[in-house]
Structure formats: C-alpha cells, structure tokens
C-alpha cells in the first residue's frame, strides 16, 4: 500500500468549482498560469503557499458546481497529493480521477483536524493523525488503475501497449 505524509489545508462545505478555479481565469492557456488564481475568491493567498504533498481537507459537496475540467486540473498542478473531504459532486469526482488527482471520502477528519496539521494516508486502508486513525474506504480496482497511471488517457495508453 502506498503511504504518504502531508500538511493539510482546511476549506469548508461546498467549494465549488467557481472558487476551486474562477471563470475569469480559464482564458489563460496553460494551467500552469492559472494556478496562481486557484481559491482565490476564498482565499487569495493561498495557491502561493500551497507546497507539493500538501493535502486539502474539506468538508461535504467539494467540487460543487460547473464541470470545467480546469478545477480538478489546478488542484493537482499545486501539487495537491490529496484532497479529504466529508463528499464530492460527482462530476468533480469523475473529473479528478480521470486527471489522476486521488480524492478520498471520510466523514470525520474535517471536523478533527486544523489547518497546518500534518496527517499520513495509507492508500485504501487509513489516515493517521494526532494519534488517531480513520478508516478509508477503498477505492476499486480500476480507478486506481487510473490514478497509479497519472489519469485516464495514461491509463489507456498503458493498457494499450502505447506507453511504458
């Protein structure tokens, strides 16, 4: 099982994808120029501190809203390791996935943590911190074939004999 430490941004209930990545901002053509502006109709500041590994906790609805790719894109081109909320829009969650961004639902550490925390994930199986562990569903067999790839279009490179 894959584990990994890292600190933990605290956002709320429904972040939708207007604050995950404004509209405005989706005219830049990279998203490598539209990570600066990532959260900033919430918190303008912190994309720039955002650091790789860091982890977001959140609490329920994450990924609210329109489905622009760009939300989940930006997330991961921070360095996000993870997002941990108490639940997803799904279309968010599909989207996330399919760009290799690992997303995990749990109903207490939102409620437990603060922000500047630093909490380990254990892959499909737990996250320890402060001493407790909370229990983590496992995502299925092909999702994280998905997410072990770097993203849908990996995914299917690889198991089509098109990429290492």
Excluded at 42 to 54: M, N, Q, S, V, Y
Excluded at 136 to 159: Q, T
Aim: hydrophobic share 40%; with cysteine; aromatic share 6%.
């Amino acid at each position: 099982m894959e584990k990994f430490t890292g600190r933990v941004w605290l956002l709320g209930d429904d972040i939708d994808t207007d604050i995950i990545m404004p509209t405005e901002y989706l005219a830049f053509k990279t998203i490598d120029e539209m990570k600066p502006y990532a959260f900033s109709p919430l918190r303008p500041e912190l994309a720039a501190k955002i650091r790789p590994g860091d982890i977001i906790v959140a609490g329920s609805n994450f990924g609210c809203g329109s489905s622009r790719e760009q939300a989940p894109e930006v997330v991961k081109a921070l360095g996000i390791r993870c997002v941990i909320a108490k639940s997803y829009a799904r279309i968010f969650f599909r989207n996330a996935i399919n760009n290799g961004l690992l997303l995990i639902e749990n109903e207490e550490l939102a409620d437990q943590v603060k922000e500047g925390d630093e909490i380990t994930v254990t892959v499909n199986e737990k996250i320890e911190c402060g001493g407790k562990e909370y229990k983590i569903v496992s995502l299925p067999e092909n999702l994280m074939e998905i997410l072990d790839a770097g993203g849908l279009v990996k995914a299917m490179r690889k198991r089509n004999g098109l990429e290492g």
